[in-house]
């Protein structure tokens, strides 16, 4: 089960039902499933917060994503802060629910086993990311 929570922030506008689909689409295209995943939505303080209480790192991001897997079953929690989804957005020129939409799968990728840090890794993310948002249908952007 997929779900959708927010803290400090308000909740973005998300088809829940087809995002959800979406997301158990590009699970199954690495041989996945979806089990218990925590989508939390949040703003630049809460994830500086998180980032340093738990992976010891002192700067924002715009997403960090916790891995519970059990097998072929992906599970964790995924933080997403809005203000930098939204500064990003304006960054690369993209919109924001576009922006967004590549945050979101970009944590069930990293759950899929896909790593984005090493040497090479970042152009292969990128290109799953781009393979999954051609999976989303239009009406979510």
Partial sequence: MITYQFENVKMPNLYRRQTTAWLRRVAGSYGREIG???YIFCN???ILEVNREFLHHDYFTDIITFDDDEGKIISGDIFISLDT???NSEKFQTTYDQELH?????GVLHLCGIKD???GQRKIMEAAENKALALLPSENI
Avoid: E, F, L
Avoid at 102 to 106: E, P, S
């Fill in 36 to 38: 218990d995943i925590a």
């Fill in 44 to 46: 630049d303080t809460k």
């Fill in 85 to 87: 989804v939204r500064s």
């Fill in 102 to 106: 590549r945050v979101i799968v970009h």
């Fill in 117 to 119: 840090k090493g040497p």
